[in-house]
Every structure is written in structure tokens, then in C-alpha cells.
């Protein structure tokens, strides 16, 4: 199932394009290969060999961390990122001047002595000729140091989820709702596919997707649009101010956050419309408005983001203190030793893996406060509040609006750093510190979750995922080698190819240059006021039972999630404040599975549409989860 995962994710995101089936925190490519497992798991189909419960959702746990990995989690930006600076080098914007004396001959597949564009990277984005073979050699040395780097990282998060686990699940008790599916499933008192209403929720989305498939290869078909603009209704001043804001219809999200609380759900679509205020404020004062660099996000909201989430964390680590001060006291101290020994493994494991990585970045040429800053603010700070929005928020994607180098401009510009920072800091924010999407972390975490709910040892859990990462990064690398000299990366998905595997590069030119913008105090002021807005809901929250605005929902405000979401998100709380009101917690029972069906339904025709678009070789239609 893994590899099979792998398959589809590579082929459907890359090749096909259109059906962004992997880098969700909640992939629709397991939540529909799990349903079919599921059906055909059944007594009346197997008689001999019907999997158990634990073994069902061990596979699950298994197939959501191959789908990250083949995804946005690693591949889909690791590989692009090592032949795009040879591939796009001219002497227009002399890359080969300006990188490729800085870059270790055992990072890239290419020749770093040789300026221009090389055979391998030509190949990679043209696709390689009939009888022409792939260079796997050449790719060799890079993937096995770049893997090395891979099970570094993700074995500081396999630590962290297993140091968290316990203060997430058993002290705050949070619900991780994106737990609560898969275990409907393997539920065997449940009578949730016996229930009409799953059915009727599972029939609209592929009553809508089936027409707008059809109409990919029959154009006189009628489709039903998935995609709207909020820019196209306001093009007069100040209105017109307001940052991209588009509009998704996804029955998927509409029916996952209708099982989210109100409030969080208020909180999240309140405070995405807060920062369009921001935008229409700015232009009514005819203040200058600049973005984040490599963000679709304005520079005064990407700040105060940043701000929030130090605020965030902070007050995780204030409320886990009690916790946090018993593991260190007894797995560092050897005060109190707890018989856990996943909890002592874990520490040490999580400290050697940070060093190894900082280690690494050395080792590749940046200074050691520079490799200190960006693991720190990736593991320390953004993927722990990432995280935290999925066992709390249930969030279907996981995106923030900030790099760490942007903490450093706090305070001085980027050019300060030279060349050789900037140059390995490029390659390892393409990767592993931009684009969060596909976040491996919160996998471990929602397996941690779900095998203390169906009684699975985590020894077990532990050693699959372990081996899943290891499985999923060799035979995703072998793929997505594969895939672009077959069918040539110009011509695949863009935003992998020619997108986010040159930003960063392009981002740092300009510093390598000497060209920064001079150092102003814009961006500390708005760092500060997030700070203090957070701390003041964080207060409020803490003062005031009834306090409708949650910290969290102003943290995610300006991120890419929310771009996404916040539409299904602002119709799954009107429709849930509507049958609570009218019905009551009864009726909202009774119309849950109904919600559960169009998750179910969109993710699964996301399957089908992938399958009928291999063997016809058609195109797919679009599905509203860009």
C-alpha cells in the first residue's frame, strides 16, 4: 500500500496536476484507498484473511506518511530543488556566477565546475530522448546526503510527536478530529456505512466531480464551477486593496469542519476577514503595502504572524510545564526516572537529531548561529504551532507565512550573511522551511493518537512509521526521477518544477548582490503588535469562559490554509450554527455522518478521477484544494 500510495501521489500531483491528492494532512489519496480497504476488508468478500482493526489503521498511519513524503512533505520540493539552479542559470541573472561556487559537489547531481546548464538538469526538464537513459548515478551521492538530512529532521518530529503525545492526548485532552474518520471506519460496532445519510453525502460530490470530469472530455456537458474570485467584486477603491482572496467550494472541507466547535470555526473565517480589513485600512490611509517575500501574504500580517506564533508556543510551553519539567527533571537529570522508555529515547533522540542537523548545515557551508536559527524556528517553533492546529483546529493543510531568515531581518538585511549562507540557506528553505504543507509531524502525531484509541502497540506503530519513511523516500525519489525524464518537468505540474524550487534563489539574488532594501523598523513594530494582540486573546481566553476569538484563529489568518479554507470554513459554521439551533445537539448528531459522506465522496472520487485520467490517458477535473 505504500508504494501504491507513492504511485498514485507522484503521478496525480505531477503528471495529471489538477488533483492535489497528497499534501493535505488528511490525503484524500489514504482517506479513499482506505475506504475501498475497508469494503473489501468485510466478511462477505474475505473469508480467511480479514484484517483486525489494529492492523487496518496500521496500515493506515503507514500510507498518510508515505503520502506526505511522495508529496509536499519532501519530494515534490527536494528533487526540483537540485537541478532548477543549474536548469534556470543564464548569463542574464548569472545563477552560475553567483551559486554554484558556493554549492558542495555532494549536494547536486550536477557539475558545479561547469557554469550553464548541464545534460542532467536539461534532460530532467525536457524529458530525456528514446534512447536516451537516466543518469541514476549522478543522483546517487546528492539523495543519499540529502536522505541523510530527511531522517535527521523527521527523526527530531517522530521524537517530538512521541514527547508531545502525552501532554496533547492525556493532559489537554485535545481531539485531534483528524483522527476521527479513519476510526469511524474500523469501528466494528459502528454502524456507519449502514447509515442512509452517509450515502446522501457521499452521492453529491460525485454526482458534482462526475459532471465536471465529463466535462474535461466532453466540453457540451455542463459543469458546476469550483472556484471563484472575491477580487472580481471589488474594483473600486478601497476595496480593491484587498490581498488575493479566492473562493473554493470543497464538500470535503465543508463536511470535516462542520465536526470542529463553533468558536474555532468563527475564529478562523473572522480573523482571515480581519486581515482583508487591514488591507482596505492601508489603502484608505495610502499607506504603502509590500509582501512577504515567497508569500502570497502582505508584510504587515506576515509579521504579526510571526509575533503570534512566539506567543503561541510560549504559552504551550507555560501550560505543558508541569509535564515538560518531569521529563527533563527525570530523562536529563535522572531525577524521578520514568519507566517510559519511549519518553527517555525520545529526548535524547530529539537532541541528537537537532544537533546532526545543525551539523549537516555546517557541514554544507552555513555558519553554525544561521544553521541554530533556521532548525530552530522549523522544529522549535512553526511545525509545533502547525501541529498544534491539527490536533486542536483539525486543519487540512498546514502552511505558515514566514521563513526563518525572516526572524534574522527583524533586526539586519539578508546581505549581511554572504554568499555561501544565503546559497545553502536557499536549498534548505526550498526544501524543508518553506511550504509546510504535507507536514510529516502531524502524521506521527495522529497515529500516536489513534493506536492509544484502538489499543495498538506503539512499539509497533513506531517501527512501521520508521520504516515507512524509509520506504517512501527511496521508492518516491525513484519515481519523481523517473516521471520528469519521461514526460519532461516543463510540461508537469509548475508550481514544483519552475515555482517553488526557484523562489528562494530568485529571493536571495538581490542580497547576494548587495541590493537589499535598507533595514527599517516596519517589520519589528508589526512583530510586536502580533505579540501583544495574541497575548491579549490568549488572556481573554484564559479570563473569560464565553471569549468567542481563539489565538490560534489569528496566528493561521494570513496563511495559505486559510486562503484556501476560509470559505467552507465560514459556510460548515453556518450551516452547523443553524441545525444547533434549529434542532439542537440532536440534530447535529443525526447530520453528522451526512457531513462525514462528503468527505468521503470527494476524496473518493479524487481516486477514480486519477484512475480513469491513467488508463484513458484524459484529462482530470479540478479539485478545490490547491
Not at 47 to 71: D, G, H, N, W
Not at 150 to 160: E, H, K, N, P, Q
Not at 254 to 263: D, E, T, V, W
Not at 266 to 288: E, K, N, Y
Request: one cysteine or more.
Amino acid at each position: 500500500m505504500v508504494l501504491l500510495v507513492c504511485a498514485i501521489v507522484s503521478y496525480a500531483e505531477l503528471v495529471i496536476a489538477d488533483i492535489q491528492i497528497g499534501f493535505l494532512q488528511f490525503p484524500p489519496v489514504v482517506i479513499g484507498l482506505f475506504f475501498f480497504l475497508v469494503l473489501v476488508n468485510q466478511p462477505v468478500f474475505i473469508k480467511r484473511f480479514v484484517l483486525t482493526p489494529q492492523e487496518l489503521i496500521l496500515i493506515y498511519c503507514m500510507m498518510v506518511i508515505a503520502s506526505m513524503i511522495s508529496s509536499r512533505g519532501l519530494m515534490e520540493k527536494l528533487l526540483p530543488a537540485l537541478v532548477s539552479v543549474n536548469y534556470f542559470a543564464n548569463p542574464t541573472n548569472n545563477w552560475a556566477e553567483l551559486f554554484f561556487p558556493h554549492i558542495r559537489p555532494w549536494m547536486v547531481p550536477f557539475d558545479t565546475q561547469i557554469l550553464g546548464p548541464q545534460p542532467i538538469s536539461i534532460d530532467f526538464y525536457h524529458q530525456i530522448s528514446d534512447t536516451g537513459l537516466i543518469a541514476w548515478r549522478k543522483w546517487l551521492r546528492p539523495m543519499l546526503v540529502w536522505g541523510g538530512l530527511t531522517v535527521l529532521i523527521f527523526g527530531a518530529y517522530l521524537c517530538l510527536a512521541i514527547i508531545l503525545r502525552r501532554q496533547w492526548v492525556e493532559n489537554e485532552k485535545l481531539t485531534f478530529p483528524l483522527t476521527q474518520l479513519p476510526v469511524e471506519f474500523v469501528d466494528t460496532e459502528s454502524s456507519f456505512f449502514f447509515q442512509p445519510y452517509v450515502w446522501i453525502g457521499v452521492a453529491l460530490p460525485t454526482i458534482v466531480f462526475s459532471l465536471n470530469g465529463l466535462n474535461q472530455i466532453f466540453p457540451q456537458i455542463p459543469s458546476i464551477p469550483l472556484r471563484y474570485s472575491l477580487n472580481t467584486y471589488f474594483t473600486e477603491k478601497p476595496w480593491q486593496a484587498i490581498s488575493y482572496t479566492p473562493m473554493f467550494v470543497s464538500f470535503a472541507a465543508i463536511g470535516f469542519f462542520y465536526l470542529l466547535p463553533s468558536q474555532l470555526l468563527f475564529s478562523l473565517w473572522f480573523f482571515f476577514l480581519f486581515t482583508r480589513l487591514q488591507d482596505v485600512i492601508a489603502s484608505v490611509f495610502g499607506l504603502r503595502v509590500s509582501s512577504m517575500p515567497l508569500y502570497p501574504t502582505h508584510l504587515h500580517m506576515g509579521y504579526q504572524v510571526m509575533g503570534s506564533y512566539c506567543v503561541l508556543v510560549i504559552t504551550y510551553i507555560y501550560t505543558g510545564w508541569p509535564y515538560l519539567r518531569q521529563v527533563l527533571g527525570s530523562q536529563l537529570l535522572k531525577k524521578n526516572r520514568s519507566p517510559d522508555n519511549s519518553i527517555i529515547l525520545a529526548v535524547w533522540g530529539l537532541i541528537f537529531s537537532l544537533l546532526g542537523a545543525m551539523i549537516w548545515l555546517v557541514w554544507a557551508g552555513m555558519s553554525p548561529l544561521l544553521a541554530i536559527l533556521e532548525i530552530g524556528v522549523v522544529v522549535g517553533l512553526v511545525s509545533i504551532v502547525m501541529a498544534r492546529s491539527t490536533a486542536e483546529a483539525g486543519m487540512l493543510m498546514t502552511e505558515t507565512s514566514f521563513r526563518p531568515i525572516d526572524f534574522y531581518q527583524l533586526f539586519s538585511t539578508k546581505s549581511s550573511l554572504g554568499a555561501k549562507n544565503l546559497t545553502v540557506l536557499s536549498f534548505f528553505d526550498t526544501i524543508f522551511a518553506r511550504d509546510f504543507r504535507g507536514l510529516v509531524l502531524t502524521g506521527f502525531l495522529d497515529g500516536l493518537k489513534i493506536s492509544r484509541n484502538i489499543r495498538l502497540k506503539q512499539s509497533w506503530l513506531l517501527v512501521a512509521l520508521g520504516l515507512t519513511v524509509l520506504i517512501a523516500f527511496c521508492f518516491g525519489a525513484m519515481i519523481q526521477i523517473y516521471l520528469p525524464y519521461k514526460f519532461g518537468a516543463n510540461y508537469m505540474y509548475s508550481y514544483a518544477y519552475s515555482g517553488n524550487s526557484i523562489w528562494a534563489f530568485r529571493d536571495a539574488v538581490p542580497s547576494i548582490e548587495g541590493f537589499d532594501s535598507e533595514y527599517n523598523m516596519t517589520s519589528l513594530i508589526f512583530f510586536i503588535l502580533g505579540s501583544v494582540i495574541t497575548s491579549l486573546l490568549v488572556f481573554c481566553r484564559y479570563l473569560y469562559w464565553w471569549w468567542p476569538l481563539q489565538p490560534l484563529g489569528y496566528a493561521l489568518s494570513a496563511s495559505w490554509t486559510l486562503i484556501v479554507f476560509w470559505l467552507p470554513i465560514m459556510l460548515a459554521w453556518l450551516l452547523k450554527s443553524l441545525v444547533l439551533r434549529i434542532g439542537g445537539i440532536q440534530k447535529y448528531r443525526q447530520f453528522r455522518p451526512f457531513f462525514m459522506g462528503l468527505v468521503l465522496g470527494e476524496f473518493s472520487m479524487a481516486i477514480v478521477w486519477t484512475a480513469i485520467s491513467y488508463f484513458l490517458r484524459v484529462p482530470a477535473p479540478f479539485f478545490p484544494w490547491p
